[in-house]
């Protein structure tokens, strides 16, 4: 069973850039059916895809987050990571990384836990 | 506000079946096979219950049934059980490599 870990800063500053990691144990970050993901939740509760990268590192974003995202994979730790530009208040979320299954279907069957970004001077 | 729309509530009595509403686009959910619905119970990550409008990952019990017309789909819970109370959210595949995901119903077992 593949699991997921996010690690990172739980504050960042306004107009700054969000960094963030997600270290996958248990199964190789080199895999022809994952696509490895980053979804925020809202305090609201809502939830949104950011994006995803495959292992040969094509990567795809969510259109209404513009150019602000930038998602990269290291195969040596067996991580990915999440950059985000420009952060507002708006950007305070809960930040979970994902297995994205993309090979003639589409869902979510793996999550981390999940890490509170608080935008905020 | 979130791409595909669920009512914010609902609930049932222990024993009932309740159903969950999911309403999007002749380009999102009307258009494609690729609905699926996650479970989460508070301050835990989402875990997905039914993949592709109606299957289930090998483990979730067959109380859980998920449908399709036009661009609604539907998450029904059978036999509803106290366990069942959770925040149930959809999401569908939009094309171009987007996904776009539900606002979340609160599911109460009164």
């Known amino acids: 069973q593949v699991q997921l870990q996010e690690s990172g800063p739980g504050l960042v500053k306004p107009s700054q850039t969000l960094s963030l990691t997600c270290t996958v144990s248990?199964?190789?970050?080199?895999?022809?059916?994952?696509?490895w993901s980053w979804i925020r939740q809202y305090p609201g509760k809502g939830l949104e895809w950011i994006g995803d990268i495959y292992y040969s590192g094509s990567t795809h974003y969510n259109p209404s987050l513009k150019s602000r995202p930038s998602i990269s994979l290291d195969t040596s730790k067996n991580q990915f990571s999440l950059k985000m530009n420009s952060v507002t208040a708006a950007d305070t979320a809960v930040y979970y990384c994902a297995i994205r299954r993309r090979v003639k279907t589409d869902y979510f069957d793996s999550w981390g836990q999940g890490i509170l970004v608080t935008v905020s001077s | 506000q979130s791409a595909l729309t669920q009512p914010p509530s609902a609930s049932g009595s222990p024993g009932q079946s309740v159903t969950i509403s999911c309403t999007g686009t002749?380009?999102?959910?009307?258009?494609?096979?690729?609905v699926s619905w996650y479970r989460q119970y508070p301050a835990k990550a989402p875990k997905l219950i039914i993949f592709?409008?109606?299957e289930r990952p090998s483990g979730v019990p067959d109380r859980f049934s998920g449908s399709r017309s036009g661009n609604t789909a539907s998450l029904t819970v059978s036999g509803l059980q106290t366990e069942d109370e959770a925040t149930y959210f959809c999401?569908?595949?939009?094309?171009?490599?987007?996904?776009?995901f539900g606002g979340g119903t609160n599911l109460t077992v009164l």
């Open positions: 002749s380009r999102d959910v009307g258009a494609y096979n690729y």
């Open positions: 999401s569908s595949y939009a094309g171009a490599n987007n996904l776009v």
């Open positions: 248990g199964g190789s970050i080199i895999s022809d059916d994952s696509y």
């Open positions: 592709e409008v109606t």
